[in-house]
């Protein structure tokens, strides 16, 4: 009898149809069970629940046909067709945001930087932000950052950190004072003369009163070139591309032209009826500007030299700049108007190309940049103390900068691309701006005088700055990193570089 019994037992262990006594619950009712949280639902799930065997029947215990809980809205997918897709909260800001921007997307732009700041000044009032910034989608709240360590060529795009190999190390150094000053006894200080130049053969022109002097920067050594009358005064002096001429503007309205190696004049060219306070050379081609308002061309190699006159100032052209491609010339004047004259050297008269008229004082501090030949740079005088930035091909003002002193030179420094500018009144320094974004990278005092002129050195390290307190002071701001410049002499001798013998 107890065999019987034992087989029983046995049998009803292995039936696969029997309900399990001590098992772990089901997902249908443990997900009834989060669903619910009240006591109906609690007593209804419990009431599902298979019983022991022994009290119940193999029929009472069958699985529901229904899951439970589905009849409770706990579950938020759309039953329609193409409704799985996220779809970011947007307010009804966003919306006409989008729809703004996606209006204007094919719209001209014409406005002007002024108008451009009064856009910017009155979306950040109303929305917080600039709308010429805004995105038509965009995700609410941070992006994520990527994990500690993290790198990606590609870089990560969704972290707001930058990785380390992303981050760029500054190793440049700047001294503060200057590398070298020279002593320039009885230099004039007249804002509207142009008394400094630093030719490609490293030598430096220096008019000190009628006296003019060239110093060696690669031996120390000075030389006395020329000179005029005592009651007479240098005005202006002006290298020659190759360096080896050197113009001389005077006040008696005549432009002589010199060699230096021989130390010999070559010509006296008279055509002006006042002083010569601009120079500017282009190829074979000088242009001197005078007190009168006038601009002339001279083709020295012809003994009718004067081939041109520009007219268009009405007082003295202290400002004159050829661009790097011999393009454009530009001149300013103590009539606070800036000109660009096209390169017509056959015909007698010329029309500009553009004028300025937004500076308020006289402009003489002028610059070409020399890898955007388009570009040209001048600074206003005491009454208008601005740096402003030009596009000749279009004739429109990229950037204006209230420098907040008078701005009496202008040169720029390739090696960095930056733009130097020398100032007056009040603190007589030099300030370095780092081109296009204007960001003042350094200001380099020392002058007690306001600094008349500046000149940049053939290889672009070094800025020489003329003042009024008689002192010439070499600034070695611009030398390249040592790895930076083996880099470049590296890439200037390989072989595509190298001439054919």
Same mark, same amino acid.
């Given at each position: 009898?107890?065999?019987?019994v034992?087989?029983?037992?046995l049998q009803s262990v292995?039936?696969l149809?029997?309900?399990?006594?001590?098992?772990?619950?089901?997902r249908?009712?443990r997900?009834?069970s989060?669903s619910s949280g009240?006591?109906?639902t609690?007593?209804?799930?419990?009431?599902?629940?298979?019983?022991?065997?022994?009290?119940?029947?193999?029929?009472?215990?069958?699985t529901?046909?229904?899951?439970?809980?589905?009849?409770?809205?706990v579950?938020?997918?759309?039953?329609?067709?193409?409704?799985?897709?996220?779809?970011?909260?947007?307010?009804?800001?966003?919306?006409?945001?989008?729809?703004?921007?996606?209006?204007k997307?094919?719209?001209?732009?014409n406005?002007?930087?002024?108008?451009?700041?009064?856009?910017?000044a009155?979306s950040m009032n109303?929305?917080?932000?600039?709308i010429?910034?805004?995105?038509i989608?965009?995700l609410?709240?941070?992006?994520?950052?990527?994990?500690?360590?993290?790198?990606?060529?590609?870089?990560?795009?969704?972290s707001?950190?930058?990785?380390?190999a992303?981050?760029?190390?500054?190793?440049?150094y700047?001294s503060?004072?200057?590398?070298k000053?020279?002593?320039?006894?009885?230099?004039r200080?007249?804002?509207?003369?142009?008394?400094?130049?630093?030719?490609?053969?490293?030598?430096?022109?220096?008019?000190?009163h009628?006296n003019v002097?060239?110093?060696?920067?690669a031996?120390?050594d000075?030389?006395l070139?020329?000179q005029?009358?005592?009651?007479e005064?240098?005005?202006?002096v002006?290298?020659i591309?190759? @360096?080896?001429? %050197? *113009?001389? $503007? !005077?006040? &008696?309205?005549? /432009?002589?032209? =010199?060699?230096?190696?021989?130390?010999? #004049?070559?010509?006296?060219?008279?055509?002006?009826?006042?002083r010569?306070?601009?120079?500017?050379?282009?190829?074979?081609?000088?242009s001197?500007g005078?007190?009168?308002?006038?601009?002339?061309?001279?083709?020295?190699?012809?003994?009718?030299h004067?081939?041109?006159?520009?007219?268009?100032?009405?007082?003295?052209?202290?400002?004159?700049?050829w661009?790097?491609? @011999?393009?454009? %010339? *530009?001149? $300013? !004047?103590n &009539?606070?108007? /800036?000109?660009? =004259?096209?390169?017509?050297?056959?015909? #007698?008269?010329?029309t500009?190309?553009?004028c300025?008229t937004?500076?308020q004082?006289?402009?003489?501090a002028?610059?070409?940049?020399?890898?955007?030949?388009?570009?040209?740079?001048?600074?206003?005088?005491?009454?208008?103390?601005?740096?402003?930035?030009?596009?000749?091909?279009?004739?429109?003002?990229?950037?204006?900068?209230d420098?907040?002193s008078?701005?009496?030179?202008?040169?720029? *420094?390739?090696n960095?691309?930056?733009?130097v500018?020398?100032h007056?009144?009040a603190?007589n320094?030099?300030?370095?701006?780092?081109?296009?974004?204007m960001?003042?990278v350094?200001?380099?005092?020392?002058?007690?005088g306001?600094?008349?002129?500046?000149?940049?050195s053939?290889?672009?390290s070094?800025?020489?700055?003329?003042?009024a307190?008689?002192?010439?002071?070499?600034?070695?701001?611009?030398?390249?990193?040592?790895?930076?410049?083996?880099?470049?002499?590296?890439k200037s001798t390989?072989?595509?570089?190298q001439?054919?013998r």
């Open positions: 009898m107890s065999q019987f034992f087989e029983n037992d292995l039936k149809d029997m309900p399990i006594t001590n098992a772990p619950m089901p249908w009712q997900k009834a989060s009240s006591g109906s609690s007593a209804n799930t419990s009431s599902l629940t298979p019983v022991k065997a022994g009290n119940k029947s193999l029929s009472t215990s069958k529901p046909g229904k899951t439970p809980g589905k009849n409770t809205k579950q938020n997918t759309p039953s329609k067709a193409g409704g799985d897709r996220y779809i970011p909260s947007r307010n009804k800001q966003q919306l006409e945001v989008a729809s703004f921007l996606l209006s997307e094919n719209e001209p732009c406005t002007t930087p002024t108008e451009k700041d009064h856009r910017k009155w109303l929305n917080g932000y600039d010429d910034e805004a995105k989608v965009h609410v709240g941070k992006p994520l950052n990527a994990p500690e360590g993290y790198q990606n060529n590609l870089k990560v795009l969704y707001q950190k930058t990785t380390p992303s981050t760029k190390k500054t190793t440049r700047m503060s004072v200057p590398d000053i020279l002593d320039a006894p009885e230099i200080n007249d804002f509207y003369l142009n008394l400094i130049d630093w030719s490609s053969q490293n030598h430096v022109a220096v008019a000190l009628n002097y060239l110093w060696n920067a031996t120390g000075i030389v070139l020329m005029v009358e005592s009651e005064h240098i005005s202006s002006s290298w591309k190759e @360096g080896n001429f %050197l *113009a001389v $503007g !005077a006040s &008696d309205a005549k /432009v002589q032209l =010199w060699d230096v190696e021989s130390q010999k #004049r070559l010509r006296n060219m008279a055509s002006h009826t006042s010569v306070a601009s120079l500017s050379w282009n190829n074979h081609v000088l001197s005078a007190r009168s308002g006038h601009i002339h061309h001279h083709d020295v190699r012809v003994a009718e004067h081939i041109a006159t520009l007219s268009g100032h009405s007082q003295e052209v202290c400002g004159l700049k661009s790097p491609d @011999g393009k454009y %010339l *530009a001149s $300013g !004047a &009539d606070n108007l /800036v000109y660009v =004259w096209p390169n017509v050297q056959e015909s #007698r008269d010329s500009p190309v553009h300025f937004q500076h004082g006289a402009v003489k002028l610059a070409w940049c020399p890898w955007q030949t388009n570009i040209l740079a001048s600074g206003g005088g005491t009454s208008d103390r601005h740096i402003r930035i030009w596009n000749v091909s279009s004739g429109s003002c990229l950037s204006s900068l420098t907040e008078q701005v009496c030179s202008l040169v720029f *420094a390739p960095y691309k930056e733009l500018s020398g007056g009144y603190q320094q030099l300030v370095l701006w780092k081109y296009p974004s960001v003042k350094a200001e380099l005092r020392g002058h007690q306001r600094v008349l002129n500046l000149a940049l053939p290889d672009g070094t800025i020489v700055s003329a003042a307190d008689e002192t010439l002071r070499f600034w070695k701001c611009c030398a390249l990193d040592p790895a930076k410049k083996e880099k470049t002499a590296t390989s072989i595509i570089h001439g054919i």
